[in-house]
């Protein structure tokens, strides 16, 4: 109560001051907000979202475009037979805490991310490894059991980035990083507050400070837009609103693409859907131009298998299943359907999951299946549909870049045992040159698209719109990130 | 008198207790872990276990409704599962954008109704009365989260007076928030005058036609000042009870339109807890809004009592 | 009956309300036969139309015919009040009459789970019965239903307690007759016009709540429509087309009033010694 009041009072006092924002601060609305705050220990892109690059770096980094770029090491060397890598670190380099930063931080994080008692969402990155030494303090030497084609790539994740032993534990809830950015404040349920560190190591961030504030609900979005009390949202949830974006001055949008793969994810382990004969006709029964139309408002772009269509190594394979819906129908009687059938869909909360849900039992219906559809919070759905396999179909954007190797997990949701593309995974794993992995990625498009796995949808683009005259936001998602380090106001 | 005020307050002690223990047993109904909703799905076991006996929910079930119990009273509202912080933090931080749009919803219905219900009842059979009437009836029929809705259409998205949602925070200036919260105190307070205008009306039609009121006109007093003086502050009597009522409607209000505005308050705040299966935010919340109700109800019955003292006798239930 | 249906047509509320009613339970009847178009038909193409020949209300955002849904979904609203205040009915009034007859413990014991359920904000548990038990029109029935109980038996046993008193009842009782049997053969058809009055008031309340919990997602589950789910549909698309939130809440409220109107109108014909109560 006493809090109310001061707070009242002092906002009495400076009431009129609402109306000139500071230009060397950024608001920016976010749409879900993050568990907790340590990338090494969750899955939740929401986490990255407001800590990658912004708070904890890595060995290496992702950039606006894609590529790989130095991070906390400044160069490297590969051996020639590609299993040792070399890395020269930063030297002079600080944790927020005011810890120095060296090799044994590099040894640590990575043992801890790849150990036993690991509870890092994406282990499979730090699979190659064999073992990590330091032999002085600007030095680290990783040894890998195989050649990693994409090593360097991989240390670039979220879930790779190097953390302190002092402060790992309580990451969660104060992280500590090296980053450009320190974190201030988590007001649950509302904003994240970051402040500019400026013992930063490399170049200073232009902005004096960053707000995240957690805006789910588009009609909120767009009143937070429309009074300015968000400078800006990296991906708008209301992708009908764009129009009126595009159509005020005030604004600037951006429709960039993401590295989200959005699938309507099918139980390939029991049920009905266990049949290829179901899953391709489902297939046939697809109207993807209907479902962007209606549930992106036009944007997003079709997909035919899971990989990213601005990706240079991509294989149109959208017309792998054309609509149709006789065929379709052709081939639930031959699997023994003839009447239909029943299937449960549950959807978690993103509106892409709900209305694509909507628009895809209505399709269908048209073939004789009927869709039950339940709704579900992330937490339930982690646990009924992720963890529990209990579903027959589900609609999720799967984010991470290039996960296609998720195809060849042992265990992973879709309950998908394919050989084939075990086999294509490895090899790529062991190919080093572009063309032979290009190559190998298209036949594992292929596989994919072939064993209908999952109804690939669309790529899911990338709603940007903030006032003019702010610049250096990403237009694309390469990786999932916030990237705050060159963004300013012009 | 006091035997009245103690078996009322028996009765508030003991509708607490149940409250709670129906709340602790409806939830402890439902399945689903805590721990694993807090450490997420690739947690190990060992680390559940470890967290689980560090929550205290290992222990038997008239142990662990005890010591929440216990902590309730001291003021300890334990840990959210969802975001690790103490409830009462959560709470603290809801309660400064509830309790002023609540407070807000009341000062706008009894400003409006209670001035329009004596007018009503002075015009009886007027068309000023039958036009209230008729407004009221239509006014408790509109479902206060569309009334919310056209509200928004007119005032935030065709005339862009106020926005459409969202709660520009009291360290962003006072008078911005109370903005925030004029609209959804508006939406909440319609229903609620309506009723209360046509309470008002009524018990001051019934006072008007009583004795000691004719007395008073036979004396000689005019016919408005009979009202005020005698007529309205005992007509006032179901007025207060009715507002007292009103009050659990209010709070059911509050949940709604909070969502409507997607204001950060207690009653999105439940809202929210129940979809993340937050559940001991929900036991503490519930706990804390029936207890107030309950309060609010056991003032209400003393206020009652200490003005008519005709009730003050044996109590009633 | 003949006389007084005679009486309710000179009453101004009971005629307004009434006739209100009966079209709205004619369309929701209607639309089990037809409506202009499949209520889940998408035509994503010809969305968020506003009213035209074609489409009488517009389409929303999938293209739907407003209309359509709209008859649907006064199907779905009302037979999810009707059900729950039936339930609430058919639970209370026992109840009710049982706390009248025995009075005692039994009395004691009944008024103190009402004096307890009160205390819950009916909406608060209905949201938390709906959103632990899962979202859908049969947990929404549920809810609404459970707290309709306590209001019915509050009702009961209020009118009940005086009839007690009645001179033929102490006669039946001497006579030999048990309390359950004067209760169903005296007691409740003396109070049968308060019951009737009080269900309709029910009715429309339920109409009021299971439109709030469809809103806020936890009702009736798409594709089935309801009026609550479209508005809040509405409001995401209120910048694009503001004219899908009109008509969902206008049929809500013309819905309620009607019934309101009905309720005043049956206490005037039925009791008018009730009228002072209000």
Known sequence: MKKFFVAAAFGVAFSVSGALAANDTLNLGVVLE????????????????????????????????????????????????????????????????????????????????????????????????????????????????????????????????????ESADANKTSPVGTGPFKFKSWSKGNKIDLVRNDAYWGTAAKLKSATFKFISDPTAAMAAMMAGDVDGFPNFPAPESMGQFKADPRFEVVIGSTEGETILSMNNGKGPLKDIRVRRAIAHALDRQAIIDGAMFGNGTPIGSHFAPHHPAYVDLTGRYPYDLEKAKKLLT??????????????????????????????????????EIIPLEWAQWLKEVFKGLDYDLTIVSHTEPMDIGIYARETYYFDYHGEAIKKVMADLDATADEK?????????QKIVADDAVNGFLFQLAKSGVWKKGVKGLWHNAPVQANDLTGVYWE | MAIFFLRRALTLFATLVATSIIVFLVLEVIPGDPAAVMLGVNAQADTLAALRAEMGLDLP?????????????????????????????????????????ALMAIVLSTVIAIPVGVLAAARHNKPTDLGVMGVS?????????????????????????????????????????LKSLLLPAVALALPQAAILARVTRSSVLEIMGEDYIRTARAKGLGKSSALWRHGVRNALIPVITIMGLQFSFLLAGTIIIENVFYLPGLGRLIFQAIAQRDLIVVKDLIVLLAGTVVVVNFIVDMLYAVLDPRLRGGGHG | MGEIFKKGLG????????????????????????????????????????????????????????????????????????????????????????????????????????????????????????????????????????????????????????????????????????????????????????????ATIQFALAIIAEAGLSYLGLGTQ?????WGKMLSEAQTFMFLAPHLALFPGMAIALMVLGLNLLGDGLRDVLDPRLRRQR
């Not at chain 1, 549950?346 to 299946?369: D, M, N, T, V, W």
């Not at chain 2, 008239?62 to 709470?91: A, C, H, I, K």
């Open chain 1, 34 to 165: 993050p568990p907790h705050l340590d990338p090494t220990a969750g899955a939740a892109a929401a986490i990255d979202e407001v800590v990658y690059a912004n708070v904890m770096e890595g060995l290496t980094r992702i950039d606006a475009s894609g590529a790989v770029k130095p991070a906390l090491a400044k160069s490297w060397d590969i051996s020639s037979d590609g299993l040792t890598y070399t890395f020269k670190l930063h030297t002079g380099v600080k944790y927020h805490d005011g810890t120095m930063f060296d090799s044994a931080d590099v040894k640590f994080s990575l043992d801890r991310a790849r150990g036993e008692k690991s509870v890092n969402a994406q282990k499979a990155l730090f699979k190659a490894i064999k073992s990590v030494a330091a032999p002085s303090s600007d030095t680290v030497v990783v040894t890998l059991s195989q050649p990693t084609g994409s090593f360097l790539f991989n240390m670039g994740w979220g879930d790779a980035v190097i953390v302190a032993p």
């Open chain 1, 334 to 371: 031959e699997a023994g359907y003839p009447n239909g059938l029943k299937v449960k869909m549950k959807l978690p909360p993103p509106s892409y999951a709900r209305r694509g849900g909507e628009i895809i039992a209505a399709q269908l219906k048209k073939i004789g299946i009927e869709a």
């Open chain 1, 436 to 444: 032979g992995r290009y190559a190998l990625m298209a036949k594992a």
């Open chain 2, 61 to 101: 079930a008239t142990e662990r409704y005890f010591n929440w119990t216990l902590g309730l009273l001291q003021g300890d509202m334990g840990n959210s599962y969802t975001y690790g912080v103490p409830v009462s933090e959560l709470v603290a931080e809801r309660v400064v954008v509830s309790l002023p749009l």
């Open chain 2, 137 to 177: 009836q239509i006014a408790v029929a509109i479902p206060n989260f569309w009334f919310a809705i056209l509200l928004i259409l007119l005032f935030a998205v065709k005339l862009q007076w106020f926005s459409a949602g969202g709660f520009a925070g009291w360290e962003n200036g006072f008078w911005g928030a």
């Open chain 3, 11 to 198: 009453n101004r509320s009971f005629v307004i309300g009434g006739v209100v009613t009966i079209i709205f339970i004619l369309i929701a009847g209607i639309s089990l036969l037809w409506t202009p178009y499949p209520f889940d038909e998408m035509t994503i193409a010809s969305k968020l139309k506003t009213p035209s020949g074609d489409h009488w209300l517009g389409t929303d955002h999938f293209g739907r015919d407003v209309f359509s849904m709209m008859m649907v979904g006064a199907r779905n609203s009302i037979v999810v009040s009707l059900v729950a205040v039936s339930i609430g009915a058919g639970f209370g009034i026992p109840l009710g009459a049982l706390a009248a007859a025995r009075g005692g413990w039994v009395d004691e014991a009944v008024m103190r789970f009402n004096d307890f359920t009160f205390a819950f904000p009916a909406l608060l548990s209905a949201v938390m019965i709906t959103a632990l038990a899962g979202p859908g029109a049969v947990n929404s029935i549920i809810a609404i239903g459970i707290f309709n109980v306590p209001v019915f038996a509050r009702i009961t046993r209020g009118a009940a307690l005086p009839i007690w008193k009645r001179e033929y009842i102490m006669a039946a009782r001497v006579s030999g007759k048990g309390p359950v049997q004067i209760s169903i053969e005296h007691v409740i058809p003396n109070i049968a016009s308060v019951l009737i009055v009080q």
């Open chain 3, 222 to 226: 798409p594709p089935n429509p309801s």
